[in-house]
Nanobody, 122 residues
């Protein structure tokens, strides 16, 4: 049974930090890319960061310089360190896995977590 379980969401003030974690199981995790997406109310799901099966990391332009993505293949985990958070970062953050190519395109990922809420306010 495939599972991706996110943790670490919550409420934080503007300029604060949060760390999201994702634990994956039930498939050959290390053979595929893992990624973070987010979705705010009324908006489409947006790619945030991805780590390829070769451990190449990419973050979207909207979070570059503030967010860092990392992956631990020995533990099948993906982490998103979010610093200098802005109100527009508020969204449900989803962990995704199972894509062969490290693309920030939701349709490429067959496996998804349940999501974790991140709220940034003043």
């Amino acid at each position: 049974q495939v599972e991706l379980v996110e943790s670490g969401g919550g409420s934080v003030q503007i300029g604060g930090s949060l760390t999201l974690s994702c634990a994956a199981s039930g498939y050959a995790v290390n053979n595929y890319a893992m990624a973070w997406f987010r979705q705010a109310p009324g908006h489409e799901r947006e790619g945030v960061a991805v780590v390829s099966k070769y451990m190449i990391r990419t973050v979207s332009a909207s979070v570059a310089g503030r967010f860092t993505v990392s992956r631990d293949k020995s533990k099948n985990t993906l982490t998103l360190q979010m610093n200098n958070l802005k109100a527009e970062d508020s969204a449900i953050y989803y962990c995704a896995g199972g894509a062969d190519a490290a693309q920030l395109v939701p349709s490429r990922y067959p496996y998804w977590g349940q999501g974790t809420q991140v709220t940034v306010s003043s």
